[in-house]
């Protein structure tokens, strides 16, 4: 269960809460989707909160971006008030006597940058005294939602949204800038139309589901080793965010799992996490995360295991084929590196990133791991 460090002062102590954003491209299936996660979720015992999409509401209201002289300030506007319900649907649930809280947000803010310049996001920024990791992971879980306009254009309408304008060829461009906005968060998923409507709402569920431990976290992964990638040309990709990332061990009594803190971010900016984990068969892994505050993540690392060295990686988030790659650079590494890629299962089929050279899979294999790289040599 992922759990932000502002809900620990919850009226319930047993309570967890998770932020969770539903985004996409126009006529995604979102509306739909809330529907989805409302019936599925409730049933596992969740009370669930909606927080309505806040263009939506502007646009509706009469205030549509279009009219507006200034886009850097209507964005800001945008973005302030959609933190601002946010803020309210979370101090809200800690106030109700419920064990598990889920909030689904119709958008986050990330989704705004879509309709911004850099210099315009820059200026977002400022005004909100915030940063870019910050403001991106502050959410536990981003799911997009592919656009129709992509693979079942045939169902592509803007019949079903007063708000929708775009035609088909402007619903791929959003779709594509929407996802470019999310790369570099830990845990975005992709949700395209390979198969049917109901079936993509289905994998939609089992995502979350996996996301949050319902009925057990569990994860499919594929590890490559590559050639060392040329990061310039890799990091110029419109759909490619660098993160920098240390990470420690703490020591488990559980054979078998690992304990990992981890900080993560870039520019002097970070999100910190605890994370335990256990490999199984097939690639698969249960892992259960829970968010840190700095000086938990301080506390914790006096506490480091020492048997293993602490961990530094230069990881390249890049979204691709309709898959998420994690391409971790290591110091000591000067012609290799790693790629992982999420997968909906092990039969999903992998695609490889133009520009990328694989020597070979190693999902597996132990000495390939990151507690294994960590790992100090008794003859050392």
């Known amino acids: 269960m992922r759990q932000d460090a502002e809900t620990r002062e919850a009226v319930n102590p047993r309570q967890h809460i998770t932020k969770i954003v539903i985004t996409g491209g ?12 409302q019936n599925a979720f409730t049933k596992k015992g969740y009370m669930v909160l909606f927080v309505d999409e806040t263009a939506t509401e502007l646009i509706g209201g009469g205030a549509p971006w279009k009219f507006t002289k200034c886009n850097r300030d209507y964005q800001f506007r945008l973005t302030e008030l959609m933190l601002a319900k946010e803020l309210a649907f979370t101090e809200i649930a800690k106030t109700f006597d419920a064990d598990k809280v889920l909030i689904v947000c119709d958008r986050g803010a990330l989704d705004n940058r879509a ?24 959410y536990d879980a981003v799911f997009h939602l592919v656009t129709a306009a992509k693979g079942a254009e045939q169902f592509y309408t803007l019949a079903n949204n007063a708000a929708r304008y775009e035609t088909v060829e402007e619903a791929v461009k959003v779709d594509d800038s929407l996802i470019q906005s999310w790369t570099g968060h830990p845990h975005l998923r992709v949700i395209d139309n390979r ?23 569990m994860g499919t992964a594929r590890k490559f080793l590559i050639k060392y990638p040329d990061v310039r040309a890799l990091e110029k990709k419109p759909n490619c ?34 994370t335990r984990k256990r ?34 990686k230069h990881r390249c988030c890049l979204s691709e084929n309709g898959l998420y790659y994690n391409i971790d650079l290591y110091p000591q590494w000067a012609d290799q590196a790693m790629m992982e890629i999420e997968l ?7 695609k ?9 899979e190693v999902t597996g294999e132990v000495e390939y791991t990151n507690p294994y790289i960590a790992k100090i040599k008794s003859a050392l």
């Open 241 to 274: 965010q660098s993160v920098d990332i240390m990470q420690a061990y703490l020591h488990s009594e559980i054979p078998g799992e690992f304990i990992r803190i981890r900080q993560r971010g870039r520019d002097g900016n970070y999100i910190y996490y605890k």
């Open 26 to 37: 126009p006529c995604a299936g979102k509306t739909t989707a809330m529907s989805w996660i």
């Open 279 to 312: 490999q199984i068969e097939g690639g698969k892994r249960i892992e259960l995360e829970e968010r840190l505050t700095q000086d938990e993540y301080l506390d914790l690392m006096m506490q480091a295991d020492p048997a293993y060295r602490p961990i530094r």
């Open 115 to 138: 309709y911004m310049s850099d210099e315009e996001f820059r200026y977002v920024l400022k005004r909100l005294d915030t940063n870019e990791v910050a403001l991106r992971d502050h």
């Open 195 to 217: 198969f049917d409507f109901d079936e993509k709402m289905l994998n939609l569920i089992s995502e979350i589901s996996n996301f949050l431990g319902e009925p057990r976290p």
């Open 344 to 350: 909906y299962n092990e039969d999903q089929e992998v």
């Open 352 to 360: 490889i990133p133009e520009g990328i050279q694989v020597i070979r």
